[in-house]
């Protein structure tokens, strides 16, 4: 049995944005499981390292496929 990685939505005041598409950051991370892009230049409480984790975790769910 597979999963496959889909998003709930990020609510709009989440501290970390995900970058538009085209959009340039000066040092850019992806999450391999929900595919969404953010500008990992500055450590915050929910990047504390650089591409540590993905800021957008609580908002992975998974279903089987």
Same mark, same amino acid.
């Given at each position: 049995?597979?999963? $496959?990685? /889909? *998003? *709930?939505? /990020? =609510? %709009?005041? #989440?501290? /970390? %944005?995900?970058? *538009? $598409?085209? !959009? %340039?950051?000066?040092? %850019?991370?992806?999450?391999?499981?929900?595919?969404?892009? #953010?500008?990992?230049? $500055?450590?915050?409480?929910?990047? =504390? @390292?650089?591409?540590? *984790?993905? =800021?957008?975790? =609580?908002?992975? !769910?998974?279903?089987? @496929?």
């Amino acid at each position: 049995m597979t999963t $496959k990685s /889909i *998003r *709930r939505d /990020i =609510p %709009k005041d #989440w501290p /970390i %944005k995900p970058l *538009r $598409k085209g !959009q %340039k950051a000066s040092a %850019k991370a992806t999450c391999g499981h929900c595919g969404l892009s #953010w500008a990992d230049a $500055k450590p915050t409480s929910l990047t =504390p @390292v650089p591409s540590a *984790r993905c =800021p957008f975790e =609580p908002f992975h !769910q998974y279903e089987e @496929v």
